[in-house]
């Protein structure tokens, strides 16, 4: 039975993950040893709203010149954008450590693996750009949130920054961001934010293992029933099964109805992609729900680029060849062959596509279960069932810029199996 009354979203911002700072130790510039810090961050806060709280307490302790605070779990650099509880669920959950054991830097910024931080203005700018698309998707325009007074924007971040549910929804209440129907653009749509994670668990040192995308998500299906978490997480899965679906130790069906899905997908998967590796969502075009395309890193898809160039090309020539080859030999050349094949070859043509689509759902949907049951879908640190109606889990769990954030462990799923 789901809850309504509000508890739940109450519990998410309330919601508080504690966190052990330690200051690097190549960047203490004093005899004295540094303090371990200790701190609470809300979920939907961000990390660097510990930075002024630690800098008061760490300054003392570092060489003078400019500071460029940043986080690393491990050896892998956080994503300052990111909602603190989204990249723990990411990095460190599910049964991830606590205290959460960072490393705080000020010096040696990863400008190569993050992108460039310009201060709280600059997270705060992020905040607001991720807001006004998702009031695009739920409203159909982002306008509610641009012609919002400057102290009521300010008071609104302050109020994420601290987790205040009562005075967050006292700011954007009056603004009526729920999703809604909007004319001419088919069902009320929820925006989605989806981070898959393919490796099987432990320290990530970098975010090649890491796919996001962030779109806009059907609310209710053509008969009218709401969809559930299920049937939105089964597409983007089957979208990005190629580059996220690990193999099966055993070598079962899931390897291989992901080499059957690596034939249909693949080439979408490979035009589809977006800023990859790392953790920027790419928007979907907000107006029109549309089969959300899968994400890859850009350097796999500059060489993904131009190796199809190069096949092309290669076999435009290996074409030619073979037609004027099939010319002299008074023989059919393959398209001549390919019109007038007969409908027996083309049946069997498309019972081939066909079988191969059905390959790769029922991959998605094993990888799905799989994680399910090792607790490895998450949204907001918690495991809803899969049969959750998206649009409840919006409207009682989407984070301050008011995009819903599930976090899937693809990767430990198989592990633990």
Not at 196 to 224: F, H, N
Not at 280 to 294: I, K, L, Q, T, V
Not at 302 to 313: K, V, Y
Request: with cysteine; aromatic share 6%; net charge negative.
């Amino acid at each position: 039975m789901l809850v309504d009354s509000g508890l739940v979203a109450e519990e998410c911002w309330k919601a508080a993950i504690p966190v052990q700072l330690r200051l690097a130790d190549s960047e203490v510039s004093s005899l004295e040893q540094p303090p371990v810090l200790y701190f609470l961050v809300p979920r939907y806060s961000y990390l660097h709203r510990l930075v002024p709280q630690a800098l008061q307490l760490l300054q003392h302790l570092l060489p003078p010149g400019e500071l460029v605070p940043w986080f690393e779990h491990g050896h892998l650099p956080l994503k300052w954008g990111v909602p603190a509880g989204v990249m723990y669920d990411l990095v460190a959950g599910p049964g991830g450590e606590l205290p959460w054991q960072l490393t705080l830097h000020f010096r040696g910024f990863p400008d190569r693996q993050l992108p460039a931080y310009g201060g709280e203005a600059a997270l705060r700018g992020a905040f607001f750009n991720s807001l006004k698309e998702a009031t695009h998707i739920c409203r159909g325009s982002a306008q509610r949130v641009m012609e919002m007074a400057a102290g009521a924007q300010e008071d609104l971040w302050r109020q994420v920054l601290a987790g205040s549910l009562q005075q967050y929804q006292r700011i954007v209440g009056p603004l009526q961001l729920a999703p809604a129907v909007v004319r001419g653009r088919g069902p009320a749509a929820v925006p989605l934010r989806l981070y898959i994670r393919r490796d099987s668990g432990g320290y990530l040192s970098s975010y090649e293992d890491i796919v996001c995308t962030s779109r806009p998500v059907a609310a209710q299906a053509p008969d009218g029933s709401s969809v559930t978490l299920r049937q939105a997480l089964l597409p983007l899965i089957e979208e990005c099964l190629a580059e996220t679906l690990p193999e099966d130790p055993a070598g079962g069906p899931t390897a291989a109805a992901g080499a059957a899905a690596v034939d249909t997908a693949g080439g979408q998967a490979a035009e589809g992609g977006a800023e990859g590796g790392g953790l920027a969502g790419a928007s979907a075009d907000a107006e029109s729900p549309r089969p959300a395309e899968a994400e890859a890193s850009a350097s796999s898809l500059d060489g993904g680029a131009t190796g199809s160039r190069d096949a092309a090309e290669l076999s435009g020539t290996g074409a030619a060849s073979a037609a004027t080859e099939a010319a002299e030999a008074g023989e059919p050349a393959a398209g001549e062959l390919a019109a007038g094949a007969p409908a027996e070859s083309l049946a069997a043509a498309a019972a081939a596509a066909a079988a191969a689509g059905t390959a790769a759902q029922a991959a998605a949907a094993t990888a799905l279960e799989r994680a399910a049951a090792a607790r490895g879908v998450l949204v907001c640190g918690t495991a809803p069932p899969l049969d959750t109606p998206l649009a409840w889990l919006h409207a009682q769990m989407h984070a301050g810029d008011h995009f819903l954030y599930v976090v899937l462990h693809l990767g430990r799923a198989a592990a633990t199996t």
